[in-house]
């Protein structure tokens, strides 16, 4: 069912059965709509084409709708309508929720069974994360067009993303069986091996209504080091990854990328690997 049809069947619900309302109206409204909806509600009618007039009885909210009959909601009422006109335009439809509670989200590496640690010599350290301005949000990020982005207020990473990203990143190497170590920061072993990660995509893609997918593209730099200290370079490439979403909500996405990353991690190493031979110098 379109966005239009869901809207008639609203409105048909309260009495109006051929009312046109459009959605950036009420989008650009809702969050003060729920706290003043009698007072919100006049201006608001008044910007719907050929739409009507608000009016205040007795401390009653009237709404007249021109051509249609007058009814009369108590604030209760209007309240009611309001919620339900964001159950079925939430984020245009972006994504489905079973109700407006903030979740927070982090990072986590693959529940695969990790390899065993090979003895190459080969001691990696993560040297630092960057993610894009755009896309260095606490709050998870939809792209609703080819220019568009909205930031959900309702769902956030547990902490910055870079930092949520590091640690999922340093175990998922350790995973994939081509180090013989990753260090933890502040730890005493040294890399010979240090990764450099700029991410230039984090976002959930929402342009098309029925196809939502979980975009991630990073550029992964690999130095050899001497305490540590980055030296030659041994690899650099770019990565990135669009898994298709299950369902429309925020802990799909929240999978989706969880998945994309622990891909990359897994090519990049292997990448890593057939182009660096045996142990580093």
């Known amino acids: 069912m379109n966005s239009e049809m869901k809207t008639k069947n609203l409105f048909s619900r309260?009495?109006?059965?051929?009312?046109?309302?459009?959605?950036?109206?009420?989008?650009?409204?809702?969050?003060?709509?729920?706290?003043?909806?009698?007072?919100l509600l006049s201006p608001f009618l008044s910007s719907i084409p050929n739409g009507g007039e608000g009016a205040q009885k007795a401390g009653e909210e009237a709404l007249i709708i021109q051509g249609f009959k007058a009814r009369i909601f108590s604030k209760q009422s209007l309240l009611a309508f309001a919620l339900s006109l964001l159950s079925a335009f939430f984020?245009?439809?972006?994504?489905?929720?079973?109700?407006?509670?903030?979740?927070?989200?982090t990072f986590s590496p693959s529940s695969a069974t990790t390899s065993a640690a090979p003895k190459n010599g080969r001691v990696l350290g993560i040297l630092k994360i960057r993610i894009a301005p755009s896309f260095d949000s606490q709050s998870l990020i939809y792209r609703t067009g080819e220019f568009s982005y909205e930031r959900d207020p309702?769902?956030?990473?547990?902490?910055?993303?870079a930092e949520s990203m590091e640690a999922a990143i340093r175990e998922a190497f350790r995973q994939t069986g081509v180090f013989s170590e990753v260090t933890e920061p502040g730890g005493i072993l040294k890399p010979n091996i240090v990764a450099?990660?700029?991410?230039?995509?984090?976002?959930?893609d929402f342009?098309?209504?029925?196809?939502?997918?979980?975009?991630?593209a990073m550029r992964v730099n690999f130095f050899n080091a001497t305490n540590g200290a980055p030296g030659e370079v041994l690899l650099q490439k770019n990565y990135s990854r669009s898994i298709p979403l299950k369902t429309r909500t925020a802990a799909a996405l929240m999978a989706g990328w969880n998945e994309a990353l622990n891909?990359?991690?897994?090519?990049?190493?292997?990448?890593l690997a057939a182009?660096?031979?045996g142990e580093p110098k």
Do not use: M
């Open 14 to 39: 309260f009495g109006f059965p051929d009312f046109k309302f459009r959605v950036s109206d009420f989008r650009s409204r809702w969050k003060n709509f729920i706290h003043e909806p009698g007072r």
């Open 196 to 204: 450099e990660i700029f991410v230039g995509a984090l976002y959930g």
């Open 275 to 277: 182009k660096s031979g």
């Open 91 to 105: 984020l245009t439809g972006c994504l489905s929720r079973p109700s407006l509670v903030k979740q927070d989200f």
């Open 207 to 216: 342009r098309d209504s029925t196809n939502a997918a979980a975009v991630l």
């Open 263 to 271: 891909s990359i991690v897994k090519e990049s190493a292997s990448d």
């Open 154 to 161: 309702y769902a956030e990473f547990l902490v910055p993303p």
